[in-house]
T-cell receptor, first 114, second 115 residues
Framework: DGGITQSPKYLFRKEGQNVTLSCEQNLNHDAMYWYRQDPGQGLRLIYY???????QKGDIAEGYSVSREKKESFPLTVTSAQKNPTAFYLCASRPGSSSYNEQFFGPGTRLTVL | AQSVTQLDSQVPVFEEAPVELRCNYS??????LFWYVQYPNQGLQLLLKYLSGSTLVKGINGFEAEFNKSQTSFHLRKPSVHISDTAEYFCAVLFSKTSYDKVIFGPGTSLSVIP
């Protein structure tokens, strides 16, 4: 079955540690996205990538980093510079053939900083 | 500025009653409109989308939405809700003619269906 996988589902981190969230898709989609979800605030865009080896900052990129070495993979690193990293993180992908295609979402990773 | 508003943060409704979840946006450019549903601790799933053509759009699970350009709204409706419809609902707007087709999500509406 085609889809987007995120791992792990739950992640705990001590303050000052970097942590990497995995996102893999086998939909052959060109574009991939990372969102952060906090209660009552909807989804906020962290980073996005439209092609391999290229990515752009979203609205809240500070304290995060990404890479896009393969079309199917778009890992997100939450660095110690992120002041309030506890949140639900969602990865999404979208076909690049048409600008108005909807996004497909992964199941999410809940990150808790202890 | 481009924005998406969902005025109702929480909507309680009795089972088998109708429901309307409101979505308004502000934009001076063409838009494409989406409604997503999110069940607890899961990702988002597309309910329906409006790209062009008929302003009444039908989606999955018996939901429908109507695009009103003059009122810049895209309200979601269901004539008879079920317990399984309890979830968070997000309106999303794709503003065209921007640098990368930016999607903006509303803050979400939590629908609680009461038995």
């Amino acid at each position: 079955d085609g889809g987007i996988t995120q791992s792990p589902k739950y992640l705990f981190r001590k303050e000052g540690q970097n942590v990497t969230l995995s996102c893999e898709q086998n939909l052959n989609h060109d574009a991939m996205y990372w969102y952060r979800q906090d209660p009552g605030q909807g989804l906020r865009l962290i980073y996005y990538s439209q092609i391999v080896n290229d990515f752009q900052k979203g609205d809240i990129a500070e304290g995060y980093s990404v890479s896009r070495e393969k079309k199917e993979s778009f890992p997100l690193t939450v660095t110690s510079a992120q002041k309030n990293p506890t949140a639900f993180y969602l990865c999404a992908s979208r076909p690049g053939s048409s600008s108005y295609n909807e996004q497909f979402f992964g199941p999410g990773t809940r990150l808790t900083v202890l | 500025a481009q924005s998406v508003t969902q005025l109702d943060s929480q909507v309680p409704v009795f089972e088998e009653a109708p429901v309307e979840l409101r979505c308004n946006y502000s934009s001076s450019v063409s838009v494409y409109l989406f409604w997503y549903v999110q069940y607890p601790n899961q990702g988002l799933q597309l309910l329906l989308k409006y790209l062009s053509g008929s302003t009444l759009v039908k989606g999955i699970n018996g939901f429908e939405a109507e695009f009103n350009k003059s009122q810049t709204s895209f309200h979601l409706r269901k004539p008879s809700v079920h317990i399984s419809d309890t979830a968070e609902y997000f309106c999303a707007v794709l503003f065209s003619k921007t640098s990368y087709d930016k999607v903006i999500f509303g803050p979400g509406t939590s629908l609680s269906v009461i038995p």
